[in-house]
């Protein structure tokens, strides 16, 4: 299973979290895998070791694939949590009171943005 974090919008108005896998099904080949996603564009971006953003919220519906670096994400409430390299960030926190976060290792934050398309369905599965 892959490790993904949902980040969404609570009722609230703030940013909730929620950790879990990406479900996958027994494939051809002995892989396991997903059916395809629905997207509209994929994009790669690059921050230097050390980078922070403050409070935001997602631009739009996206999943953000960590390819290096190590982050601590907080929301308002105080909560954190952690992405390191393959983890995938299911970010729909996309009105409120958003997130932020920091570089917390001495490695750039590349990532792939991956905007999914209107009603994509994302296999989440929470741990709890």
Known sequence: MIRCVRLWTGDDDNSHFAEGVIDLERGPHGDILTGKLSVTTVSFQETVSGGTLDWHDAPTRQLVITLSGTLDFETRSGHH?????????????????????????????????????AGAAVPFRPSK
């Open 81 to 117: 949590f952690t992405l390191e390299p393959g983890d995938i960030l299911l970010a729909e926190d996309t009105a409120g009171g958003g997130h932020r976060w920091k570089l917390i290792d001495n490695q750039p934050w590349r990532r792939a943005y991956v905007i999914l398309a």
